[in-house]
């Protein structure tokens, strides 16, 4: 199993940024799959879910309203757009697999937002 984030950057308050998490090495449409992110100096904090089959979403109150959560099954991608985004989303980003508990993460992509 491999989970490799892309898309991270430096953004100005309000910007936008859209990451994508390439999934390998199992079946990645029978799995819900989340975002998870680390601020500096901050415990994780779950943003979104899919689920498995992509019917159903779910998104922190924090980023409700800013951030989708999305997935091409035919290549095993999963994205988030972000906008309208602020200094406080400053994080390292990660996609996890899994619905409570998350038995694989990817290595992180960094988001980083200026005031």
């Known amino acids: 199993v491999q989970l490799v984030e892309s898309g991270g950057g430096m953004v100005q308050s309000g910007g936008s940024l859209r990451l994508s998490c390439a999934a390998s090495g199992f079946t990645f449409s029978s799995y819900d799959m989340n975002w998870v992110r680390r601020a500096p100096g901050k415990g994780p904090e779950w943003v979104s879910a899919l689920n498995t089959g992509g019917t159903s979403t779910g998104y922190a109150d924090s980023v409700k309203g800013r951030f989708t959560i999305s997935s091409d099954n035919a290549k095993n991608i999963l994205y988030l757009q972000m906008n309208s985004l602020k200094p406080d989303d400053t994080a390292l980003y990660y996609c996890?697999?899994?619905?409570?508990?998350?038995?694989?993460w990817g290595q992180g992509t960094q988001v980083t937002v200026s005031s």
């Open positions: 996890a697999r899994g619905r409570v508990t998350y038995d694989y």
